[in-house]
């Protein structure tokens, strides 16, 4: 079982940046993969980056490549999404969101093979 509390989401102009919060508690996170996604108004759930809560390579969708970074603190039990040169495209509900792997495989980049879930936190990017 794993609990995320998400935080950090609000309004920003074109240009500027933002940062997200996850605060995750749970037992055997040496094991999990941490991910970020995000919603727009009439869209899909799409994938914005991952990392393993261990650390390591992250994985990064095309559209945020550049200007997002993901990072895992594990002192503060804590995952941050850093996001630079905000674009109103960037508008959305984002998501924490953690699975459980095998030491050996990749993190996950689909919705549907995240079990764990954070409440989301809006994010606006104005014009």
């Known amino acids: 079982q794993v609990q995320l509390v998400e935080s950090g989401g609000g309004l920003v102009q074109v240009g500027g940046s933002l940062r997200l919060s996850c605060a995750a508690s749970?037992?055997?996170?040496?094991?999990?993969?941490m991910g970020w996604f995000r919603q727009a108004p009439g869209k899909e759930r799409e994938f914005v980056a991952a990392?393993?809560?261990?650390?390591?390579?992250?994985v990064y969708a095309d559209s945020v490549k550049g200007r997002f970074t993901i990072a895992s603190d594990n002192g503060q039990n804590t995952v941050y999404l850093q996001m630079n040169s905000l674009k109103p495209e960037d508008t959305g509900v984002y998501y924490c969101?953690?699975?459980?792997?095998?030491?050996?495989?990749?993190?996950?980049?689909?919705?549907?093979?995240?079990?764990?879930w954070g409440q989301g936190t809006q994010v606006t990017v104005s014009s």
């Open positions: 969101a953690a699975h459980f792997l095998d030491p050996t495989r990749m993190v996950a980049t689909t919705p549907r093979r995240f079990p764990y």
């Open positions: 749970g037992r055997t996170l040496s094991n999990v993969a």
């Open positions: 990392i393993r809560w261990s650390g390591g390579v992250a």
